[in-house]
């Protein structure tokens, strides 16, 4: 008997922010099990290698979540040449850190605009058509920031919360639809995610504690798990077909930290992350 393959449920897939890190991940895992992917980037040239690597089954996308409406238009056509998207990855995001009273307050927002309404816009007209096709497969990629916020990161904690809680809603509101709504909850693993956080405070300005925070940051992310095993895990969940939240990442921050969150008090939580990040 073959095995089971994501194309077995999904001809066809669009994935933003698939030039690096978990994007190029799952890209690279869905084209190995046969499916059709669309994968955007701000920079077109930084598809470029998955286009000759995988010629016509890989469909570069020029996409630039910072104008939402043209975000949305390009999805649309995509998804018209697509025939209908089986399975929609919301991936592409991006970190600030700095401390919130000394950043400029657009700073904050255009990441919120960009993190969690534009991704909510994308996942709007996604939705829209998978309901009237009464088919597909919505992944939201939240992350563990939602339970442990990030010092010095509160945009991009508040983005990946309200994620998680659009996630929790539209499983409710789809129930009984042959759609599954996945909440993936990454925890680190080695993207440079970190070499791409925008830092816009003055070397000069910042505090001990926020150093000492970046540096616990950078170390966490730079011992990670590989994407490729994110794209593993996420290839699990596709094939069990259903709706549900996915905790991803090395053992105690997929599993053991959620059980501190969910049944250890606030205040243990707190010092845990305070005395990892040497802010206490």
Not at 11 to 30: N, P, Q, V, W
Not at 94 to 107: C, K, L, Q, R
Not at 164 to 171: D, F, H, K, P, R
């Amino acid at each position: 008997m073959a095995a089971a393959r994501v194309s077995d449920l999904h001809r066809t897939a669009f994935i933003t922010g698939a030039s690096t890190g978990l994007g190029r991940a799952f890209a690279e895992m869905l084209l190995a099990d046969g499916v059709r992917v669309w994968g955007t980037a701000r920079d077109g040239a930084r598809l470029d290698a998955l286009v000759t690597q995988h010629g016509e089954r890989f469909t570069p996308v020029i996409l630039d979540l910072r104008d939402g409406p043209q975000a949305e238009a390009r999805f649309r056509a995509a998804d018209r040449s697509a025939g209908g998207f089986d399975l929609v990855i919301n991936n592409a995001g991006y970190g600030v850190f700095a401390e919130f009273v000394a950043t400029d307050f657009t700073v904050w927002a255009e990441q919120l605009q960009v993190m969690l309404i534009n991704t909510a816009r994308l996942a709007h007209a996604a939705l829209g058509g998978m309901l009237e096709r009464n088919r597909g497969a919505l992944v939201n990629i939240s992350s563990l920031a939602a339970e442990f916020p990030l010092p010095f990161q509160s945009a991009y904690n508040i983005a990946k919360a309200g994620l998680s809680a659009l996630n929790e809603s539209l499983m409710m509101e789809v129930s009984g639809a042959k759609v599954v709504i996945l909440d993936v909850r990454p925890g680190d693993y080695r993207t440079d995610f970190e070499g791409s956080v925008r830092r816009p405070q003055s070397a000069s300005a910042q505090s001990p504690r926020l150093a000492r925070a970046w540096t616990a940051f950078v170390a966490m992310m730079e011992s990670g798990p590989a994407p490729a095993q994110a794209a593993v895990e996420l290839r699990r969940a596709l094939l069990r077909n259903r709706s549900g939240t996915v905790r991803i990442g090395r053992f105690f921050q997929a599993v053991i930290a959620p059980l501190i969150a969910r049944f250890g008090s606030l205040a243990l939580k707190r010092r845990i992350q305070a005395t990892y990040f040497k802010i206490s």
